[in-house]
């Protein structure tokens, strides 16, 4: 079992900045990603990184903006949001991937990962 817990969710005026936080416990993983949710529209990749190697992938629309991280020592995984605008507006979920031992699954992809958080709200405003 992997128990996920999110933090970091707020309102920010376009042009700020907020830091999102996802704990994990539980059994290892080998990748975590963020997904994000807007009323009526589908779930959608934002970033994630492979929790051994550090390797990283972005959403087109979210590249040079966002930056994913990690913290071996406290099994936290962060996504610093930057230059935020009103389209970012969404439930963030934070998720992981306790399946893929040789790395080989695709990290963009809503079927790689086995756990989810509830999800915390951003809002940005203009």
């Known amino acids: 079992q992997v128990q996920l817990v999110e933090s970091g969710g707020g309102l920010v005026q376009a042009g700020g900045s907020l830091r999102l936080s996802c704990a994990r416990s539980?059994?290892?993983?080998?990748?975590m990603g963020w997904f994000r949710q807007a009323p009526g529209k589908e779930r959608e990749f934002v970033a994630a990184i492979r929790w051994s190697g550090g390797n990283t992938a972005y959403a087109e629309s979210v590249t040079g903006r966002f930056t994913i991280s990690r913290d071996n020592a406290k099994n936290t995984v962060y996504l610093l949001m930057n230059s935020l605008k009103p389209e970012d507006t969404a439930v963030y979920y934070c998720?992981?991937?306790?399946?893929?031992?040789?790395?080989?699954?695709?990290?963009?992809?809503?079927?790689?990962?086995?756990?989810w958080g509830q999800g915390t709200q951003v809002t940005v405003s203009s």
């Open positions: 998720a992981a991937d306790a399946s893929d031992y040789y790395g080989s699954s695709d990290l963009k992809s809503l079927n790689t990962y086995d756990y």
């Open positions: 539980g059994r290892t993983c080998y990748a």
